[in-house]
């Protein structure tokens, strides 16, 4: 009896202490309240978070509304003023030459061995060339209103890729009887009170994506504003103005007689267009229909728009992966060489109307991957083994010889410096394109210092080697660069054409 009365104690000891034990697990309960506090913690944030977000939103809201109704008074009651053009910058004047000149092929393997360079040294002094500033994008805090309403998609193709855009659909307004201040004060109210803030966004956000710069930016405001205004031009230019202030860029819109202008402001010089010089910066009407057109114009900014828009290509823009290849063959010491290289066919759409500008921009200009593989890819595995003299003239022979010779004129009956891509897309180049693209291959293929060399009526580079070599070269900030011309065909590092030997070149910083 005693015997069963213990086991059954021991039993029941054993079980209270188990349960006790699995009851009050410190281990399990410690994780238990940890979770329940972070969950707690965690919702109390987001509401903190929300609540915050909402509360910034609704002060920026404020904020720009403030901000547009001060500008509309200024649409409104400020005298609008008559401003005369300057006369249009051109480019050089000094026409290029048809044909280029070819440098004695029958030496020139001699002629490749640097010991027996006999060309004069000419020093050349560099003439300063401005830094520009690339702006900030300006961020737009708002999220989208919650409405039962279903907004209308616009549906938009830019550089090939197909974009849906939702957007309010009253922003299409009715088009203005007459053109004049009023006219112009009415619309920024109008769509001061639409919901364009969460637009705008949109925009940016896919700006961001794609990676464009001020320019790609400004052509796509323009076409979503064509698109939604059914290509009325006056609405166009009313609704890239609006939106361009909105996102902070210092463009203003001026009018003469029954039509509107965007005047738009620009950090290097844009050749052959017509300007404006407001408080000592230019504004360059891009559609004028006459050089010397007199436009009426507010004279008070936007108090949010102070950008001055950048058309440097800092960033590869990211659009389709369309690709397209080609072979280029050029003949060196004897030997033929074929280069395959591929290229985004899609960008000299973005490319094709680029205002003419500083030749800075185009050597700074930044290539899509395509081609940045392609040409490391078949390029470098034909620079092995070569040492940087033999590397540089080799690559020289390459941008010599591939591509064959016209004048822009001849071309485009205009004046047209290449972008990197477009030496590839297009049958014909000259002397700047050549140099962009001779520039570009030394810098990223061999990491060797190059500047451009602006001569009259002719444009080619100089190169910074790391040893000493004889020829033809430049001074710049206390470094010897040897000039290449990419255009004088034949030609090694060094030598300079006969007729450039004795005259000055402006130099171009080339930072990429």
Same mark, same amino acid.
Request: aromatic share 12%.
């Given at each position: 009896?005693?015997?069963?009365?213990?086991?059954?104690?021991?039993?029941?000891?054993?079980?209270?202490?188990? +349960?006790?034990?699995?009851?009050?697990?410190?281990?399990?309960?410690?994780?238990?309240?940890?979770?329940?506090?972070?969950?707690?913690?965690?919702?109390?944030?987001?509401?903190?978070?929300?609540?915050?977000?909402?509360?910034?939103?609704?002060?920026?809201?404020?904020?720009?509304?403030?901000?547009?109704?001060?500008?509309?008074?200024?649409?409104?009651?400020?005298?609008?003023?008559?401003?005369?053009?300057?006369?249009?910058?051109?480019?050089?004047?000094?026409?290029?030459?048809?044909?280029?000149?070819?440098?004695?092929?029958?030496?020139?393997?001699?002629?490749?061995?640097?010991?027996?360079?006999?060309?004069?040294?000419?020093?050349?002094?560099?003439?300063?060339?401005?830094?520009?500033?690339?702006?900030?994008?300006?961020?737009?805090?708002?999220?989208?209103?919650?409405?039962?309403? $279903?907004?209308?998609?616009?549906?938009?193709?830019?550089?090939?890729?197909?974009?849906?855009?939702?957007?309010? @659909?009253?922003?299409?307004?009715?088009?203005?009887?007459?053109?004049?201040?009023?006219?112009?004060?009415?619309?920024?109210?109008?769509?001061?009170?639409?919901?364009?803030?969460?637009?705008?966004? $949109?925009?940016?956000?896919?700006?961001?994506?794609?990676?464009?710069?001020?320019?790609?930016?400004?052509?796509?405001?323009?076409?979503?504003?064509?698109?939604?205004?059914?290509?009325?031009?006056?609405?166009?230019?009313?609704?890239?103005?609006?939106?361009?202030?909105?996102?902070?860029?210092?463009?203003?819109?001026?009018?003469?007689?029954?039509?509107?202008?965007?005047?738009?402001?620009?950090?290097?010089?844009?050749?052959?267009?017509?300007? %404006?010089?407001? @408080?000592? $910066?230019?504004? %360059?009407?891009?559609?004028?229909?006459?050089?010397?057109?007199?436009?009426?114009?507010?004279?008070?900014?936007?108090?949010?728009?102070?950008?001055?828009?950048?058309?440097?290509?800092?960033?590869?823009?990211?659009?389709?992966?369309?690709?397209?290849?080609?072979?280029?063959?050029?003949?060196?010491?004897?030997?033929?060489?074929?280069?395959?290289?591929?290229?985004?066919?899609?960008?000299?759409?973005?490319?094709?109307?680029?205002?003419?500008? @500083?030749?800075?921009?185009?050597?700074?200009?930044?290539?899509?991957?395509?081609?940045?593989?392609?040409?490391?890819?078949?390029?470098?595995?034909?620079?092995?083994?070569?040492?940087?003299?033999?590397?540089?003239?080799?690559?020289?022979?390459?941008?010599?010889?591939?591509?064959?010779?016209?004048?822009?004129?001849?071309?485009?009956?205009?004046?047209?410096?290449?972008?990197?891509?477009?030496?590839? +897309?297009?049958?014909?180049?000259?002397?700047?394109?050549?140099?962009?693209?001779?520039?570009?291959?030394?810098?990223?293929?061999?990491?060797?210092?190059?500047?451009?060399?602006?001569?009259?009526?002719?444009?080619?580079?100089?190169?910074?080697?790391?040893?000493?070599?004889?020829? @033809?070269?430049?001074? +710049?900030?206390?470094?010897?660069?040897?000039?290449?011309?990419?255009?004088?065909?034949?030609?090694?590092?060094?030598?300079?054409?006969?007729?450039?030997?004795?005259?000055?070149?402006?130099?171009?910083?080339?930072?990429?």
């Amino acid at each position: 009896m005693k015997k069963y009365t213990l086991n059954g104690l021991l039993c029941f000891l054993f079980l209270l202490i188990s +349960h006790t034990i699995s009851a009050q697990n410190p281990v399990q309960n410690i994780f238990d309240e940890q979770r329940k506090k972070f969950e707690e913690m965690m919702k109390n944030q987001k509401q903190d978070m929300d609540k915050t977000k909402k509360q910034q939103e609704q002060i920026f809201k404020e904020f720009r509304k403030q901000q547009n109704n001060e500008f509309l008074k200024t649409l409104k009651n400020q005298k609008w003023k008559v401003i005369k053009p300057e006369p249009n910058i051109e480019t050089d004047e000094k026409p290029k030459p048809n044909k280029i000149p070819v440098a004695e092929l029958t030496e020139e393997e001699k002629r490749n061995n640097i010991e027996v360079q006999t060309i004069p040294r000419l020093e050349l002094p560099p003439i300063p060339v401005p830094i520009y500033a690339t702006p900030t994008i300006v961020r737009v805090m708002v999220d989208a209103k919650k409405t039962t309403k $279903q907004l209308p998609n616009l549906s938009l193709n830019y550089l090939n890729i197909a974009l849906q855009l939702p957007y309010p @659909d009253n922003f299409k307004v009715e088009k203005p009887k007459n053109i004049n201040p009023k006219a112009i004060a009415d619309y920024w109210q109008e769509m001061s009170e639409k919901d364009y803030l969460y637009f705008l966004q $949109q925009i940016i956000k896919m700006r961001v994506e794609m990676q464009l710069n001020d320019w790609a930016y400004y052509r796509l405001l323009e076409n979503i504003g064509e698109q939604i205004m059914e290509k009325d031009k006056n609405l166009t230019t009313l609704f890239t103005w609006f939106m361009l202030l909105q996102s902070g860029y210092n463009v203003k819109i001026g009018f003469e007689n029954e039509s509107l202008y965007l005047l738009y402001p620009a950090q290097t010089t844009i050749f052959r267009n017509t300007y %404006y010089r407001i @408080d000592k $910066q230019p504004f %360059y009407v891009l559609n004028a229909p006459k050089s010397q057109m007199q436009v009426s114009i507010y004279e008070n900014n936007f108090a949010e728009a102070k950008l001055i828009p950048n058309l440097s290509i800092v960033r590869e823009p990211k659009i389709s992966t369309e690709s397209t290849k080609k072979t280029l063959k050029f003949r060196y010491l004897s030997k033929e060489y074929s280069v395959e290289v591929a290229y985004n066919p899609t960008i000299i759409q973005l490319y094709q109307n680029y205002p003419l500008t @500083d030749m800075k921009i185009y050597f700074e200009g930044k290539p899509t991957e395509s081609v940045i593989s392609s040409l490391e890819k078949s390029l470098k595995e034909l620079l092995k083994g070569k040492n940087e003299w033999e590397s540089v003239n080799f690559l020289l022979a390459f941008v010599q010889k591939a591509f064959e010779y016209k004048t822009d004129q001849e071309q485009f009956n205009a004046e047209k410096p290449f972008f990197i891509e477009e030496i590839l +897309h297009y049958p014909f180049s000259d002397c700047e394109d050549r140099s962009v693209f001779f520039a570009y291959l030394v810098d990223k293929l061999l990491g060797l210092e190059v500047v451009g060399l602006d001569y009259p009526g002719h444009i080619a580079t100089a190169v910074k080697f790391n040893q000493e070599l004889n020829g @033809d070269f430049v001074m +710049h900030n206390n470094k010897k660069y040897l000039i290449c011309d990419p255009t004088y065909i034949g030609a090694f590092a060094g030598e300079a054409m006969t007729d450039l030997k004795n005259v000055k070149a402006q130099i171009i910083e080339i930072k990429r």
